[in-house]
C-alpha cells in the first residue's frame, strides 16, 4: 500500500467524529463509521463484532469461533495497529449499527486498496443499505487516494454476495484455488500454492474507477 493511504488511514484512527454519509436519492439513510482507537474498550462493540464473526463464520477463512477477550485482541492487534488496514462500521439511519466493511492490502499491492471483512451483522430491515454503504465508502476511497481499482475476494459459491459486488460493477478476473484443513472440527481455509484445480475457491474481482462513478447513479438506483 503507498504511504499516502497509510497516512491517511493513520489519522483517521485517532479520530472520534469522521462519518461517511450513505445516500439514497439525494437522502442521507445511513452512515459508516471508522473503529478508532477510542473503540477498543466499547464492550458493546466488542460484543457485536465477536457475534456477527460467529453467525457469519462461513463467510471467513478461518472457522475458528471468536471469543469476546480474543475479538477485544484482534481489533487492537490485527486492525487498529495495522497501518494497511481500515474497518467501518455501518450504522442504520436511527445510527443502530448494523454490520461492518473495511478496506485492507491483502494482496500487498501498490496501486489498489482491497474491500474487506464486508458482513452484515443484522439482517431485519433496511433493504439494501450495505450495497449503498460500500458504494459509498469506494466513492470516498476513490476520491481521497490516487488509486485506478479496487478489489475483493469472496468464496465462489456465496452467489448472493457476489451478485451485490455485480450490481457495484465488480467484475470477475479469476478463480483462485483454496487447499482445506480441518482440525478438531474446525475448518481452516489457504489460498494453495500448487493446485490449479480445487474444491473451493475465491473469486477474484476488480472494479476501476470510471466503471464506479460512470454507473454511480445506475447502481444507487436499484435501491
Same mark, same amino acid.
Given at each position: 500500500? !503507498?504511504?499516502?493511504?497509510?497516512?491517511?488511514?493513520?489519522?483517521?484512527k485517532?479520530?472520534?467524529?469522521?462519518?461517511?454519509?450513505?445516500?439514497?436519492?439525494?437522502?442521507?439513510?445511513a452512515s459508516?463509521?471508522?473503529?478508532?482507537?477510542?473503540?477498543?474498550?466499547n464492550?458493546?462493540l466488542?460484543? #457485536?463484532?465477536? %457475534? @456477527?464473526?460467529?453467525? %457469519?463464520i462461513e463467510?471467513?477463512?478461518?472457522h475458528?469461533?471468536?471469543?469476546?477477550e480474543g475479538?477485544?485482541? @484482534?481489533?487492537?492487534?490485527?486492525i487498529?495497529?495495522?497501518?494497511?488496514?481500515?474497518?467501518? /462500521?455501518?450504522?442504520?439511519?436511527?445510527?443502530?449499527?448494523?454490520?461492518?466493511?473495511?478496506?485492507? #492490502?491483502?494482496?500487498?499491492?501498490?496501486?489498489?486498496?482491497?474491500?474487506?471483512?464486508i458482513?452484515?451483522?443484522?439482517?431485519?430491515g %433496511?433493504k439494501?443499505?450495505?450495497?449503498?454503504?460500500?458504494?459509498?465508502?469506494?466513492?470516498w476511497?476513490?476520491s481521497?487516494?490516487?488509486?485506478?481499482?479496487?478489489?475483493l475476494?469472496?468464496?465462489?459459491? %456465496?452467489?448472493?454476495?457476489?451478485q451485490?459486488?455485480?450490481?457495484?460493477? !465488480?467484475?470477475?478476473?479469476?478463480? /483462485?484455488? /483454496?487447499?482445506?484443513?480441518?482440525?478438531?472440527?474446525?475448518?481452516?481455509?489457504?489460498?494453495s500454492?500448487?493446485?490449479?484445480?480445487?474444491?473451493?475457491?475465491?473469486?477474484?474481482?476488480?472494479?476501476?474507477?470510471?466503471n464506479?462513478?460512470?454507473?454511480s447513479?445506475?447502481?444507487?438506483?436499484?435501491?
Open positions: 500500500m !503507498f504511504e499516502q493511504a497509510k497516512e491517511l488511514i493513520k489519522n483517521i485517532i479520530e472520534k467524529d469522521f462519518r461517511i454519509s450513505v445516500s439514497r436519492h439525494n437522502k442521507n439513510i459508516i463509521r471508522p473503529i478508532t482507537f477510542h473503540d477498543v474498550e464492550d458493546a466488542i460484543q #457485536d463484532l465477536m %457475534n @456477527w464473526r460467529n453467525e %457469519n463467510a471467513y477463512m478461518d475458528t469461533l471468536a471469543s469476546f475479538t477485544r485482541k @484482534w481489533l487492537k492487534k490485527f487498529l495497529d495495522n497501518e494497511t488496514k481500515l474497518l467501518f /462500521l455501518v450504522y442504520s439511519e436511527k445510527n443502530i449499527p448494523i454490520g461492518h466493511m473495511g478496506l485492507a #492490502d491483502g494482496m500487498q499491492t501498490q496501486q489498489l486498496i482491497e474491500m474487506d471483512n458482513v452484515r451483522g443484522i439482517k431485519k %433496511n439494501g443499505i450495505m450495497t449503498l454503504a460500500l458504494h459509498d465508502l469506494i466513492s476511497i476513490f481521497s487516494m490516487e488509486i485506478k481499482k479496487v478489489y475476494r469472496v468464496f465462489s459459491n %456465496n452467489p448472493r454476495a457476489i451485490m459486488y455485480e450490481r457495484l460493477n !465488480f467484475k470477475e478476473k479469476k478463480k /483462485l484455488p /483454496l487447499d482445506k484443513d480441518t482440525h478438531d472440527g474446525v475448518i481452516k481455509y489457504s489460498f500454492k500448487s493446485k490449479k484445480i480445487s474444491d473451493t475457491y475465491m473469486s477474484y474481482m476488480e472494479l476501476n474507477r470510471c464506479h462513478f460512470n454507473n447513479k445506475k447502481s444507487k438506483d436499484m435501491y
